[in-house]
């Protein structure tokens, strides 16, 4: 087979190139309004193509790459991107992880439509409030595909689901699955209403339990993030309040773990019950 070539990488030796600040900027996007995302190593690279995110700039290390990243990375430059080797300096410098990876890249921010998301088929719909953890949101995102819901919303108050630690979180799942940021819950509430979703509001007790309650209807289930949870406002304005039944003495559940045991009780009512079976994969 072929050995992949690039044909017009460039070699970066020095880290005071402009394109190491335009990667510093892009990671503290929040901080520096950078419209750019950072791509940590060559697999998240390869699901960024492969959902068509369009990626600008491709830096890598010549001794840390194996075949499977070479073909990634001809494919990105023959679409377009700016592809340089670097130095381990350079890597060092470009690379927002304490252990530089082989292949960082930059690209395009996805941008979703919410009410197109909230009417995306089965109509399952996380709404994640105020999770600080870019960990957990990526978790979140990533839960929330293998369970087959149709997307996520995060509040603009969370971690950016688009920050190179909640896109490393999510492996990937934030390029395939709508995600959108929202800057009030409660118009997302009210938006899902008006698309005829019941809302669920997780509460840490004296909610219904899940297993017990009917998650078989278009649905817009609103997890609050570590600490407080949600507001009552939120609270009282869903349909109904559910928990998940801990042993005595178990304060809460990881916000990530709590997520995606509400999504998969969802998901296995749905499976048992045929619910739009020819729209839910792997049914």
Same mark, same amino acid.
């Given at each position: 087979? *072929?050995?992949?070539?690039?044909?017009?990488?460039?070699?970066?030796?020095?880290?005071?190139?402009?394109?190491? *600040?335009?990667?510093?900027?892009?990671?503290?996007?929040?901080?520096?309004?950078?419209?750019?995302?950072?791509?940590? &190593?060559?697999? /998240?690279?390869?699901?960024?193509?492969?959902?068509?995110?369009?990626?600008?700039?491709?830096?890598?290390? %010549?001794?840390?790459?194996?075949?499977?990243?070479?073909?990634?990375?001809?494919?990105?430059?023959?679409? &377009?991107?700016?592809?340089?080797?670097?130095?381990?300096?350079? $890597?060092?410098?470009?690379?927002?992880?304490?252990?530089?990876? &082989?292949?960082?890249?930059?690209?395009?921010? %996805?941008?979703?439509?919410?009410?197109?998301?909230?009417?995306?088929?089965?109509?399952?719909?996380? /709404? !994640?409030?105020?999770?600080?953890? %870019?960990?957990? #949101?990526?978790?979140?995102?990533?839960?929330?595909?293998?369970?087959?819901?149709? =997307? !996520?919303? !995060?509040?603009?108050?969370?971690?950016?689901?688009?920050?190179?630690?909640?896109?490393? =979180?999510?492996?990937?799942?934030?390029?395939?699955? %709508?995600?959108?940021?929202?800057?009030?819950? #409660?118009?997302? !509430?009210?938006?899902?209403?008006?698309?005829?979703?019941?809302?669920?509001?997780?509460?840490?007790?004296?909610?219904?339990?899940?297993?017990?309650?009917?998650?078989?209807?278009?649905?817009?289930?609103?997890? @609050? &993030?570590? =600490?407080? @949870?949600?507001?009552?406002?939120?609270?009282? $304005?869903?349909?109904?309040?559910?928990?998940?039944? $801990? *042993?005595?003495?178990?304060?809460?559940?990881?916000? =990530?773990?709590?997520?995606?045991?509400? /999504?998969?009780?969802?998901?296995?009512?749905?499976?048992?019950?045929?619910?739009?079976?020819?729209?839910?994969?792997? /049914?």
């Amino acid at each position: 087979m *072929r050995e992949p070539t690039f044909t017009s990488a460039r070699a970066i030796s020095s880290r005071q190139n402009p394109l190491v *600040r335009r990667f510093h900027a892009a990671a503290r996007h929040r901080a520096s309004g950078d419209p750019a995302i950072v791509l940590v &190593g060559a697999r /998240l690279v390869a699901d960024a193509e492969a959902a068509s995110v369009e990626i600008s700039h491709v830096v890598f290390s %010549p001794d840390a790459l194996d075949a499977e990243a070479r073909r990634t990375i001809e494919r990105v430059e023959r679409a &377009g991107a700016f592809v340089a080797s670097a130095t381990d300096s350079v $890597m060092a410098a470009v690379s927002p992880t304490r252990s530089t990876s &082989g292949v960082v890249a930059l690209a395009k921010r %996805p941008v979703y439509d919410l009410a197109t998301t909230l009417r995306r088929v089965p109509q399952l719909v996380l /709404l !994640v409030v105020r999770a600080q953890d %870019p960990g957990n #949101v990526g978790a979140l995102v990533r839960s929330a595909e293998a369970a087959h819901a149709s =997307g !996520v919303i !995060v509040s603009a108050a969370s971690a950016d689901p688009f920050g190179w630690k909640a896109i490393r =979180g999510s492996m990937g799942s934030v390029f395939r699955l %709508p995600t959108v940021i929202a800057e009030e819950p #409660v118009d997302v !509430v009210r938006m899902a209403r008006q698309q005829h979703l019941r809302i669920l509001a997780a509460a840490p007790r004296h909610g219904q339990p899940i297993f017990d309650a009917n998650l078989l209807s278009p649905l817009l289930i609103v997890l @609050g &993030g570590e =600490g407080p @949870g949600l507001t009552p406002e939120l609270i009282g $304005m869903a349909d109904e309040a559910v928990t998940i039944p $801990m *042993r005595g003495g178990v304060e809460s559940l990881n916000v =990530g773990v709590a997520g995606a045991l509400l /999504l998969y009780e969802a998901f296995r009512q749905r499976r048992a019950n045929a619910v739009r079976v020819d729209r839910i994969g792997g /049914l």
